[in-house]
């Protein structure tokens, strides 16, 4: 990225501190020098480098850049730890003049057959589950398009996008909704009108269908975005509500998400008011 576009600053998640004092400098580079091509030179200073170009401290053009691209290498740490089993989001955004113009996120355990699987009860898990991965990319007024990551090398590009648009469901019971990872559907106020299940099959009166939940920000986007869930919940905290409120959500954690529901026909909102993210620079 600053190799084609090197007057565009980066905001990220994370600098080289940590590494920095640690002894996984070396097996950072290693991964990097494996992956990389034959025209990049790996050095373990141009790496660290690299990833400092996000930090808090990398120098910019400007205390408010009219340009900035906004990365998050993992979105959903707790996922990525858990492996194939669990959802996480690698995403990149590009904002311009505050607006939010172009989204790129990819989920490398993805799997449409995985959610259709969950809500009809079967399972499937092991070496018998192969995840074909999605990636994600929307663009300010051309919509939301997924593809299946396996695809990527077998199908003609053109031929193998697929337009997102969020579930048209008006109806609250039929509705599918997904939850966090961190909270069960009874600490929600709804719990008290609906009970989850987690089988279509089994949905009777009174019921909801709760769809598998989510590990990380973004890939509660991805499941609206793409139509798999109709509504995501989130009981926050006051301390929660009240940092995005006052325009200090972290940008990487919502970025991406926030154009491709947008450009699917969605709306995100917060406390019933439409939420657009807002990133202040120190």
Known sequence: MNRLFPSIPLVAEE????LRSTNLVGSVVDVIVNKAT???????DSVLKAIDKGG???CTF????????VLDPIDGTRGFVK??????????ALVVEGQIVLGVMRCPNWDEDYFVNRATGVHETGSNFSRSGMIMVSHLGCGTWKQRLSDMLTIKLPQSWTRCYVDGCQV???ARFCTPESQIWESLP?????NAKTNSDKIGNGDILLVPACCGSLCKYMMVASGRASVFLLRAT???????ISGYAPAWDHSVGIICVHEAWGKIKLRGELYFLLVVFS
């Not at 600098?15 to 940590?18: I, L, M, P, R, T």
């Not at 400007?62 to 691209?69: E, I, V």
Request: net charge neutral; hydrophobic share 35%.
């Open 38 to 44: 034959l025209r990049d030179e790996v050095t373990e």
């Open 15 to 18: 600098d080289s501190s940590f």
């Open 62 to 69: 400007g205390p408010k850049p009219a340009t900035y691209w």
């Open 56 to 58: 808090k401290d990398a």
């Open 172 to 174: 609250l019971k039929e």
């Open 83 to 92: 492996g194939v089993e669990a959802l996480y989001v690698v995403d990149l």
């Open 190 to 194: 709804l719990s008290s009108s609906f």
């Open 238 to 244: 006051t301390r929660k509500v009240m940092k995005k």
